[in-house]
């Protein structure tokens, strides 16, 4: 069956460079901000000497701690659990190395960036706690969020004694795997231009979630939220990185207001790493037992972290495998004089299922048995807690369609095994599973006399591609070809229902959470629109009583009329409704799965593992474009990929400074590192998820895919590297 | 970025003219404009010399001349290079990036600085940088650090990929001067940090880099580049080693074994090329010759791994050329 596959409707502006962006607002007055970071990690900022910035060409404000934009207010929301509540230049005190310490304002961006140069600061230095690895031991249990799973222990039976069901299993391993810090690095900085009109806030900013931005800025500005508009509809990247406010669109705005001017706040590429959020470093350590037939008897897996945006525990364990005694539990490493971690691309999932794919495969590998053969030992058909059913899971036929896609067969039992002249040759598998759900969300459409219909929605496109899927959901519900449909999203003033849609493109559920939504309300918007026709004067259909809708048209009385000629002919500008998705169905869970196969090839001499083939096989639901799906996953496996091949972020212990705070040094994969991935779609809708039957899938390819590396590396050489990233040092015979 | 003056030069002489105390030659630029930003280096006066003729890949008397401006990428591709020289071509193939590769130039490659990442940040001590103000890397993020010819001011390495397949050809560098013109053996351009880390080469001050000579080595055609690094691309080498051999019979007459990402400059193995000399051509005898490869190393707590990755850098490269 062919799959609806579109270009990206918003790609032809992308390359032309027609699509605007944050940072290419340009507005008449504007004044240019660049941040200045500390270069200590813990103390006091004892003095600056600012006279020669002062003195600099062009400069028109200079703030600091003692010289501050006013804020009135605190993040509210998610953000308070996920993002700095600290506002910026609070006070004279240093909580991180590259904290905001100065915001220089000048007439153009060089000038700012010159006058920045000139500030000396003097610092009173402490000593920092920086150390995640010193820290580990001083672990604490996380307070518990009101309203939030994370950190929460979970036991299964509720009295689950799991030292002893460890013990009394046939066979027991235990491993702890580390995973250091990782930085969301998008292409796009985090920039923002605020403008204040009559009170009224207008900020172009790139966020994954328009309205809740809005709602955050508006907390801490001390305004009504309606009086904050954030204008985003393109966003280059964000990974949850944009999921939040952090403090540059917060001076932005503050500093915009205090000066009377539009000001523009653009933060450098090496201040992204500390002044906005990233993937906290976590230690996991579990312990599996198993009876000899490979069926799991306890899974006890305790994680430590900095906080609780990486909750590995609670996002992955009670997702993947059946087992009779289940042990999570979480601690925290609290007051690190470190920046702040939130949530990164399928936080928790990720470093979650390295870990539980990893020790899987060591275990099949203790038990003598195929990794595959394990995981359908320990298969799951209903939720760890409630056992509730799953409403579509097809994971097996993933694995099936995956080895035969990918040649598992040929895979060596024993590592070492297959060689091709200088280069061990491995082969490794992984599950993916990410929770899938949506949110109720509120949808416009309306028609318009040039023939056009308009779908709406403060969601945003941080490159996931829901222009396209807005424009295809709405062509289908309205019967008419995509190049009809004119998608608005990335806009605080568009539909949202108020639930947690507030927070847009995050949870990979964007499409799942609109898409119902645009059904819905096209509905309303055909009724609309047929009632108009009826009853509008200069209707050619007015009075006929059976005036029916279909691709574009409306019949009624034996007549015919377009909707452009109708409205046009009304003199109406728009006809339209707004329909809001239904509640989830609860009386079943709800999430995606994938399998991956992966072969490297790891030189005999150097060690350097490279990756030469991967396979993901997915079950996400109906998938609604064939092509951006496929990006979607390409893009996550290469993202779940660079954890385990070369990206990590460096934090010296002693000074608490990111010596790889740079993209020369902070490495991502580049096309090299690559391969064409095969990736492949099964086609089972999730009609009980919604009715469009589409699951999210944009962190999905995320998960499972460095333990699938990583068990391939295992495979190739018998070694097997529990901290990421996987070197070559770490592959040295 | 501070304010600097710039001018073009169209000649040579112009170019010597115009530089003067703190001035700084621009080139393709990867590597000046990149530490103007990072405000590790400032000079007062840019001179361009984009415009001065210091041009051509040419067969000499002497060997291979190659023009100081060549681009990297021209050079790579550049059949008297590519053929004779297959070591040269390999190390500039995997140096930098495709972009990078079509600025910059052969002299500007010879002099770019250390990729340490105390060096390029300002806000910590670096002697290099910055005389007697400490070295951080001794006990800091030292992974990428080197291993030989380091001492307790500096354990920065030389990070040009050319310039250690330059090593191993002893290849000369032509220069030119307001006291005129010499030349000088790659070998001997480069100093070891010692207490002055900060005087990197025997470069005097406003002297031009104009062209480099690669003596003529009929059997270097058989030689090879392997790098070792962290991904395929667009990155420095952890380990990497130029190797060139001269078989016959099935025994090595001569060879030339020279390695980067281990050293504090191009690092040229004589000991190694000794044990190889009279020995037949197998991995056996690989194996055996590097065995002392690193012998005088001084590995740092993050990089314990180089001595040995050492030693199987060359190995392969010396295997790739009995394959
Ligand atoms: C991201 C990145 C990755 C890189 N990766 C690699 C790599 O893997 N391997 C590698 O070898 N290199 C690598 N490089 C370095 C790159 O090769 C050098 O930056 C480049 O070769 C410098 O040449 P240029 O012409 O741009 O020099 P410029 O930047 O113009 O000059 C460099 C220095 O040389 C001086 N200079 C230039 N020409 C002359 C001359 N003729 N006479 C006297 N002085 C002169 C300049 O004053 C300056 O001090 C990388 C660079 C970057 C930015």
Redesign the interface.
């Given at each position: 069956m062919a799959r609806p596959s579109m270009d990206r409707i918003d790609a032809r502006a992308k390359v032309t460079g027609a699509a605007r962006y944050s940072a290419d607002h340009k507005l008449p007055g504007m004044v240019h901000g660049h941040l200045v970071t500390s270069?200590i990690a813990r103390g006091r900022v004892v003095s600056m000497d600012l006279d020669a910035a002062r003195a600099a060409g062009g400069v028109v404000e200079i703030y600091t701690p003692d010289h501050r934009p006013a804020f009135q207010g605190a993040l509210t929301g998610l953000a308070a659990v996920f993002a700095e509540t600290r506002p910026p230049l609070a006070d004279r005190e240093v909580h991180y190395h590259g904290q905001i310490v100065a915001l220089v304002l000048a007439e153009t961006v060089e000038q700012a960036?010159?006058a920045a140069?000139l500030i000396r600061v003097t610092y009173e230095a402490q000593p920092p706690n920086s150390s995640f690895e010193d820290a580990k031991e001083h672990a604490v249990s996380p307070p518990s969020v009101p309203g939030l799973p994370l950190g929460v222990p979970i036991k299964e039976p509720e009295n689950v004694d799991i030292k002893a069901a460890l013990a009394a299993s046939e066979v027991t391993i235990e491993r702890t795997y580390e995973i250091p810090p990782r930085h969301h690095s998008m292409m796009e900085p985090h920039a923002a231009v605020a403008v204040w009109q009559d009170g009224r806030l207008t900020i172009y900013s790139g966020t994954q979630g328009p309205a809740a931005h809005a709602m955050e800025l508006s907390g801490v500005l001390g305004v009504e939220q309606a009086d904050v508009h954030v204008i985003s509809p393109y966003v280059g990247g964000g990974f949850g990185g944009k999921a939040f406010t952090w403090a540059p669109a917060m001076l932005a705005a503050a500093a915009a207001r205090e000066l009377g001017r539009p000001v523009k706040v653009v933060t450098g590429r090496e201040q992204l790493f500390t002044v906005t959020g990233h993937r906290a470093a976590s230690s996991q350590t579990f312990a599996l037992g198993a009876r000899r037939d490979g069926r799991l008897n306890a899974i006890e897996h305790a994680t430590i972290s900095q906080s609780l945006g990486e909750d590995p525990g609670y996002r992955t364990t009670p997702k993947y495998y059946a087992a009779p005694n289940v042990h999570i539990s979480m601690k925290i490493t609290p007051g690190l004089d470190l920046p702040t971690a939130t949530i990164m691309r399928a936080p928790g999932d990720e470093s979650g299922s390295f870990a539980l794919e990893c020790v899987m495969d060591e275990l099949a590998e203790e038990l003598g048995m195929d990794p595959i053969e394990l995981r359908m030992r320990n298969y799951l058909e209903s939720t760890l807690k409630g056992k509730l059913p799953y409403s579509s899971k097809h994971l097996d036929e993933c694995y099936r369609v995956g080895a035969e896609r990918f040649g598992w067969s040929r895979r060596g039992e024993r590592p070492g095994a297959v060689t091709d002249g200088?280069w061990q040759v491995g082969m490794g598998m992984a599950t993916a599973v990410l929770d899938a759900g949506r949110a109720p969300t509120t949808v416009r459409v309306a028609f318009r006399p040039n023939g056009t219909a308009t779908v709406g929605n403060a969601t945003s496109d941080a490159g996931t591609g829901m222009w396209t899927v807005m424009a295809m959901t709405g062509a289908r519900a309205l019967g008419l070809p995509a190049d009809r449909i004119r998608p608005a999203l990335g806009d605080s003033a568009l539909p949202f229902a108020g639930s947690s849609d507030i927070y847009g493109a995050v949870g990979s559920a964007a499409t799942a959470t609109v898409t119902p939504a645009i059904l819905t309300a096209a509905r309303e918007a055909i009724a609309k629109l047929a009632e108009h026709a009826a009853t509008a004067e200069g209707s050619p259909l007015r009075g006929a009583d059976d005036v029916r809708y279909a691709e574009g048209r409306l019949t009624g009385g034996g007549k015919a009329v377009t909707f452009g000629e109708l409205l046009t002919l009304t003199g109406t500008a728009e006809v339209g409704a707004q329909g809001t998705s239904a509640d989830l169905d609860t009386t079943h869970a709800y999430a995606s799965y994938a399998a991956h196969f992966c072969e490297v090839r790891v030189?005999r001499?150097?060690?350097?593992p490279?990756l030469s083939r991967f396979t993901t096989v997915v079950d996400a639901g109906a998938i609604l474009n064939a092509k951006t799906a496929r990006g979607q996953i390409t893009g996550g496996v290469l993202f779940g990929l660079a954890a385990a091949?070369?990206e990590e972020g460096?934090v010296?212990g002693?000074?608490g400074?990111i010596?790889?705070a740079n993209l020369?040094?902070y490495?991502l994969?580049?096309?090299?590192?690559t391969v064409e991935f095969d990736v492949h779609f099964l086609d089972h809708p999730d009609t009980r998820l919604s009715p469009t039957g589409a699951r999210g899938i944009g962190e999905l390819g995320t998960v499972g895919a460095a333990a699938a590396f990583a068990n391939a590396v295992h495979n190739a050489t018998g070694r097997r590297v529990r901290t990421l990233?996987i070197?070559?040092?770490k592959l040295?015979a | 970025?501070?304010?600097y003056t710039y001018a073009a030069a169209r000649s040579v002489g112009e170019a010597l003219e115009r530089a003067g105390d703190g001035s700084a030659y621009l080139a393709g630029g990867t590597t000046l404009v990149d530490l103007m930003k990072l405000?590790v280096v400032s000079p007062a006066h840019v001179v361009d010399i984009t415009a001065v003729p210091l041009r051509g890949i040419r067969r000499g008397p002497r060997g291979l001349f190659i023009g100081a401006m060549e681009r990297m990428a021209d050079v790579a591709g550049h059949h008297l290079v590519a053929e004779p020289y297959p070591v040269v071509a390999e190390a500039l193939r995997q140096s930098a990036s495709p972009q990078i590769r079509n600025m910059a130039t052969i002299g500007g490659n010879l002099l770019q600085r250390t990729?340490c990442?105390y060096f390029r940040d300002p806000?910590?001590p670096c002697n290099r940088r910055e005389p007697g103000s400490g070295c951080?890397a001794v006990?800091?993020?030292n992974?990428s650090h080197a291993i030989l010819g380091t001492s307790d001011a500096c354990v920065a390495t030389h990070p040009s990929d050319l310039a250690v397949a330059l090593t191993a050809l002893d290849a000369r560098l032509s220069l030119r001067g307001a006291g005129g013109e010499r030349t000088l053996r790659l070998a001997d351009f480069y100093r070891l940090p010692g207490g002055t880390p900060h005087l990197e080469n025997e470069l005097r001050p406003g002297e031009l880099i104009t062209g480099v000579t690669v003596p003529a080595l009929p059997w270097a055609r058989r030689s090879t580049y392997?790098k070792?690094?962290?991904?395929?691309?667009?990155?420095f080498a952890?380990?990497s080693a130029a190797v060139a051999v001269h078989v016959k019979g099935g025994v090595i007459r001569e060879a030339r074994v020279a390695a980067g990402g281990v050293g504090t400059r191009p690092w040229r193995l004589p000991a190694v090329e000794e044990a190889l000399r009279g020995r037949p051509m197998r991995t056996e005898t690989f194996e055996a010759a590097v065995a002392h490869a690193a012998d005088g190393a001084r590995p740092l707590a993050r990089n314990a791994?180089k001595p040995?990755?050492l030693r199987?850098?060359i190995?392969?490269a010396l295997?790739h050329l009995a394959g």
């Open positions: 270069t960036r010159d140069a200088e030189n001499w150097t060690g350097e490279l091949m070369c460096r010296e002693a000074t400074r010596s790889n020369a040094d490495l994969p580049v096309n090299a590192d990233p070197t070559p040092d040295l | 970025m501070r304010p405000e990729r990442g806000a910590t951080p006990d800091g993020h992974r392997v070792v690094r962290d991904r395929r691309s667009y990155e952890l380990c791994f040995a990755l199987r850098t190995v392969r295997v």
